[in-house]
């Protein structure tokens, strides 16, 4: 199991090159991936770009850029470009985002997410393999586009899906999936099996599963989730996760945070990878001093 760790929503104020230098404190631990969430911030995929540029080995990727804001042969351009900036270390990570930012918001229609996602795939997934995409459908048309890239080679493309029928698009279309707000137990009998069922029967390899969890290393796990579900809370309001929190029996996201000491972090990125997650995104949640960095230290142990 690859382990990374996600840049910002931590709660800290961080400038371009403070995302950079995380990048590369990150690379110098040894760790496999940074990820980077899109939301009203730095663009996702040009940071990562630049990440690309000053970092040598580390994987990269959106942990995700939302879809209905941008056209798929616009993406695709953009993260080819970006692939191509990191020696192809990226990874497109792709998602509906919610309605309240979607539809309240942005003021585009949300009305059929699923239908949005399987059309977006269609155009987007050629594009990401250097093929020509064609396709007629009701919210995408496009006739013989084809993009190139120099020094883009296929680009893996991982699809925030959660319920029955997204996860059967992302296992027939794309090559994987991005979780967060998804605990062990979702993770192992609803995720990873609808997905990899949904490769199997198209025929496909065996899908990448990204779980994203908050994670801190303490010696005071109650206060530490005391605090993550005050900083988490919108995240158990939104309908996608509060679904997967229900699915877990759980009431709140602190409630799926990996806190404790060493033995219980280490049990429990083994019980994920036991299970088939291919990558470990920790969201290390930075609410004591020091949490951060000890935590990040903790992960470069498990290297």
């Known amino acids: 199991m690859r382990i990374g760790v996600m840049i910002g929503g931590d709660g800290r104020e961080l400038g371009l090159d403070d995302v950079i230098g995380i990048a590369k404190q990150v690379e110098a631990a040894g760790l496999d991936d940074v990820w980077m969430a899109n939301i009203f911030s730095f663009d996702a995929v040009s940071t990562l770009g ?19 804001p941008r056209h798929p042969t616009a993406l695709a351009q953009q993260a080819l470009t970006t692939a191509a900036a990191s020696d192809n270390r990226f990874t497109l990570g792709v998602g509906l985002s919610h309605k309240l930012v979607i539809e309240d918001m942005l003021g585009l229609s949300y009305a059929q997410p699923a ?15 250097g093929e020509t995409a064609s396709f007629q459908g009701e919210h995408y048309r496009v006739a013989n586009i084809a993009i190139d890239v120099p020094g883009a080679d296929r680009l893996p493309v991982v699809v925030a899906a959660l319920g029955p029928v997204m996860l ?7 090559d994987g999936t991005n979780t967060w707000m998804v605990g062990p ?39 530490a989730r005391r605090k ?12 996608s996760y509060r ?27 083994k019980r994920l990878e036991d299970m088939g997650v291919s990558h470990f995104n920790a969201a290390i949640s930075a609410v004591e001093d020091g949490a951060w960095d000890r935590t990040l230290e903790f992960l470069s142990s498990m290297k």
């Not at 239908?115 to 393999?129: G, K």
């Open 115 to 129: 239908v949005h996602m399987r059309e977006y795939l269609n155009v987007l997934m050629p594009l990401t393999r």
């Open 50 to 68: 630049f990440i690309g540029r000053e970092t040598t080995r580390i994987g990269l990727g959106t942990a995700v850029t939302p879809t209905y």
């Open 168 to 174: 059967k698009i992302a296992g027939e279309l794309a």
């Open 228 to 239: 993550i579900a005050e900083s988490l809370t919108i995240y158990g309001q939104l309908p």
């Open 243 to 269: 679904a997967m929190l229900d699915r877990e029996g759980v009431s709140g996201p602190a409630d799926i945070a990996i806190a404790g000491d060493e033995n219980l972090l280490r049990g429990e990125l």
């Open 185 to 223: 137990k979702t993770m192992e009998s609803h995720i990873i099996k609808r997905l990899s069922a949904a490769a199997s029967a198209a025929g496909r390899a065996d899908p990448l599963v990204v779980g994203g969890f908050p994670i801190i290393l303490t010696n005071k796990p109650d206060e």
